[in-house]
């Protein structure tokens, strides 16, 4: 993605689709900070996305062959439960929501980092991958960049906060 | 099944998240252009679940049946998803979640063709 270098002219807007209220000046002034409008947004989908792949994906596979690989199934479908815990939290932005959102961002850090080496440490465990197995390198190594970015976020709202 | 349809989604997602990632860089929210491009998007996705759906009423099987029908609901609402997103985040940070959508729909294009090879990207 393109980093930005925030334009100061303002844009012209030949349809605004949908704009309930006065129509806002384009381009739009530096978000207030929420996770719920600004970069936050962006974090909030790709969060929503990975929340509905893990838990979809362990559902299926605990459903149809849950004895092939008991552990690698059960620990998608905790990564699943974190990622849908982190969306929601990320998604409402209150003070509290922003704590727990902190703490599932970190379980995920250290979830990816710890199944992440024990895939690689003991493969016989992981017949079938999980999103968190070689640290997330089924799912282009985002499971491992996701924290990291979220954590940052979630400081620079604290610190503005 | 020919790859045209499957390579044609892979192209147009890779296309509008390009172009939603020049309309975040320029600092502007999502306008009807990149509503149309999603719309686009979509019905290229539909077509591609016709396809497959088809394929399934012919009796043909992938190994990963579950997982099969789950990308056949999961993609058609990726486009409409960012297209709602963008219509609430009027901020350069809407057209940046399509970016997100479009990526996505081409990744989901290519890990569809690994559980089902039966169907050529």
């Not at chain 2, 999502?30 to 399934?56: N, P, Q, S, T």
């Not at chain 2, 579950?66 to 350069?92: C, D, H, K, N, Q």
């Amino acid at each position: 993605m393109s980093e930005p270098t925030a334009p100061s002219e303002p844009a012209a807007s030949p349809e605004p689709v949908a704009s309930p209220g006065p129509v806002a000046p384009e381009p739009v002034a530096p978000e207030p900070d929420s996770a719920r409008s600004g970069p936050g947004r962006v974090l909030v989908a790709i969060y929503a996305l990975f929340a509905l792949a893990a838990s979809a994906r362990a559902g299926v596979q605990i459903a149809t062959k849950y004895g092939d690989a008991p552990v690698a199934y059960l620990l998608s479908a905790f990564a699943g439960l974190v990622y849908i815990l982190a969306t929601v939290t990320l998604g409402v932005g209150s003070p509290l929501a922003r704590r727990i959102a902190v703490l599932s961002c970190s379980v995920e850090l250290v979830g990816v980092l710890a199944v992440g080496t024990w895939s690689v440490a003991d493969p016989a465990t992981f017949p079938d991958a999980t999103v968190w197995s070689g640290y997330g390198s089924g799912y282009g190594f985002v499971p491992l960049v996701l924290p990291v970015f979220g954590l940052l976020w979630l400081r620079r709202l604290s610190k503005r906060a | 099944m020919n790859g045209v349809v499957p390579t044609t989604v892979i192209v147009a997602g890779l296309v509008l998240a390009g172009y939603a990632g020049v309309t975040t860089a320029r600092n502007r929210r999502m306008e009807v252009d990149l509503l149309v491009a999603l719309g686009v998007l979509e019905v290229l996705v539909l077509v591609l679940v016709g396809l497959i759906v088809a394929k399934l009423a012919g009796g043909a099987r992938p190994a990963g049946l579950g997982t099969l029908i789950g990308y056949l609901i999961a993609m058609p609402v990726v486009p409409v998803a960012a297209g709602f997103w963008g219509l609430l985040e009027r901020s350069r940070w809407g057209p940046a979640v399509i970016v997100v959508a479009g990526l996505v729909a081409a990744v989901l294009v290519v890990r569809l063709h690994q559980i089902w090879p039966v169907i050529h990207v």
